[in-house]
């Protein structure tokens, strides 16, 4: 059972940079395809970003060229490092896992079997 963490949330300047990090645990990290998600409050969560094993990614439309996800399976460790952050951005961060790639429903909460615990991150004006 893979278990997933998430940390690097915090508060920022609008303008600024922050990197959020995702560890797996509890078992081999061998997910076809990660993503991360956010939620702000009263919405829906929302897709972000996603990727392959290492590559096959896809953004947001509205994070697209400001946020870059990569992952490092040595470290069973995914990333998304967030540019450019603005107060829209506010969210909680969640990291998933899915235990099989449908890289056509890659945007969706249900394509996803793992889900981390999330990760506030505050953009203030």
């Known amino acids: 059972q893979v278990q997933l963490v998430e940390s690097g949330g915090g508060l920022v300047q609008a303008g600024g940079s922050l990197r959020l990090s995702c560890a797996a645990s509890?078992?081999?990290?061998?997910?076809?395809?990660m993503g991360w998600f956010r939620q702000a409050p009263g919405q829906e969560r929302e897709f972000v970003a996603r990727i392959g094993w290492t590559t096959n990614k896809a953004y947001a439309d509205s994070v697209k060229g400001r946020f870059t996800i990569s992952r490092d399976n040595a470290k069973n460790t995914a990333y998304l490092q967030m540019n450019s952050l603005k107060p829209d951005d506010t969210a909680v961060y969640y990291c998933a896992a899915a235990a099989q790639a449908n890289w056509g429903a890659s945007t969706r909460v249900d394509a996803y079997n793992y889900w981390g615990q999330g990760t506030q991150v505050t953009v203030s004006s």
């Open positions: 509890g078992g081999t990290f061998s997910s076809p395809m």
